[in-house]
């Protein structure tokens, strides 16, 4: 499971223009996978060969903004209620994983898992399931809009607030933890800022408080004088220092490139300067994000084979993106405790960093929890497959044509070729129609290491 460091197949200039089939490369239902499994959590083939009738552009602007009909969104509301009152923060990653499973705004669902790991918020210390679940609504209404909108709401989110003793700080003695994660994690990386602009912007956000859940600000409790912070100088408070921060040049580069290795490719040498013309894009277009997807998703990089399956899938994209491309369902509840096994628990991310991406996935004991997710879920009786178990799926859709299950498969699931012992073993296994070794064949793609790659 090496990625390769080889250079870019484009310049920065080349890398962002509009990907051109027949020109740049092929237009079929292997890049609309591509499109889905990355911008989304996958398809069922026949959505991704209705996609590859529309031009890249189109098929990522209708995935980018599908949204959920009002039905889909009052259930959702509804089963988030029974698990806020259930008090335990496992029912509300049940609720978010049965979400992303079946919404179809599934480009959105991505965007917030990966802003729940950029603005991590672990329900280990915020013990408020009702505020974890108000966080997560909040991410997903400002997922795809204006960057600093969506600081400006995090910084006075009370989960967050929580989170980073923020709701605690007092201008005697004003906490560190927030102003610190504002410039190092959530806005400009290591190194572009001083010690001294964290104390001073600590002086900020003091004040800022949690009253019956909400935000509050307690002006007797605020640090009134002049500040200096990233050098400008004046009685500042903490959505000062938002704008502040968010006016360095490092801002738009540390986002950008983060979101260019989230969607493109976890290891890619001098990133920063491969993403200058997005950077320009981001600034020139106010921080809207959006577009920067929008041109992502529709680039000639983005589609290229050193983009094709050179990113680790996460322990949720695996095993939602394997219901998505079968149309599933499954236990949410039992799914959840298993990515957790596995690296990732959905409100339990590991500190305030969130999780390693990439390599960092895979390791002896991932690795065991990776094959014992995938081998529970085509175990359990709650699981289905387009309405039938794994099992009738298989028999009924793919048995009846071995061959042509297995070419289907490698196109929705797979982002590499698979080895020919593989297809050979798989092929033998559909062939036999046991429900045993139809069940055997699922596991056996699903296990290999071109499954965990996307």
Known sequence: MTVNSDQPPYTADEAWLPYRPDVDG????AETAHLYRRGGFGA?????????????????????????PESF???????????????????LAAWWMRRMISSPAQATERLVLFWHGHFATSAEKVSDVDLMLQQNELIRTHAMTQFEPFVQAMAQDPAMLLWLDAATSR??????????????????????????????AARCFTGWEVRRRQFRFNRFQ???????VLGESGSFGGQDIVRIVLKQSAA??????????????????????????LIRQYRENGMQLQPILQTLFSSRLFYS???????????????????????????????????????????????????????AWINTSTLLGRSNL?????????????????????????????????????????????????????????????????????????????????
């Not at 069922?44 to 959920?68: G, M």
């Open 252 to 277: 738009a580069e540390f986002l950008i490139c983060k979101l260019v290795r989230y969607y493109l490719r976890d290891e890619i040498p001098e990133v920063a300067v491969l993403c200058q013309p």
């Open 305 to 359: 084979r050193w983009c094709q399956g050179f990113r680790v899938r996460s322990p949720v994209d695996l095993a939602v993106s394997l219901l998505r491309t079968f149309e599933g369902s499954a236990n949410t509840v039992l799914l959840s405790e298993r990515t957790q096994e596995a690296g990732q628990g959905l409100f339990f991310p590991p500190g305030v960093q969130g999780w390693d991406e990439g390599r």
């Open 374 to 454: 995938i081998s529970g879920l085509l175990a359990d009786s709650a699981t289905r497959f387009a309405g039938k178990t794994p099992a009738e799926y298989c028999r009924e859709v793919l048995a009846t044509d071995p061959q042509q299950a297995i070419e289907q498969l490698q196109t929705a699931l797979f982002a590499r070729s698979l080895p020919k012992a593989t297809l050979d073993s798989a092929t033998r296994l559909f062939s036999k129609r046991s429900d045993q070794s139809l069940l055997e064949a699922l596991q056996l793609l699903c296990s290999i290491p071109e499954f965990q790659l996307c």
């Open 26 to 29: 092929p237009w079929t239902a």
């Open 73 to 91: 969104r009052q259930l959702s509301a509804q089963l988030a209620r029974a698990a806020v009152a259930s008090g335990d923060p496992r029912s």
């Open 222 to 228: 605020h640090d009134t004088g002049d500040k200096t």
């Open 171 to 200: 201008k005697a003695h004003p906490n560190e933890n927030f102003a610190r994660e504002l410039m190092e994690l959530f806005c400009l990386g290591e190194g572009r800022y001083t010690e001294a602009d964290i104390r001073e």
């Open 44 to 68: 069922p083939l026949a959505v991704l060969q209705q996609a590859a009738e529309k031009s890249p552009a189109q098929a990522s602007r209708d995935l980018l903004t599908a949204t959920e």
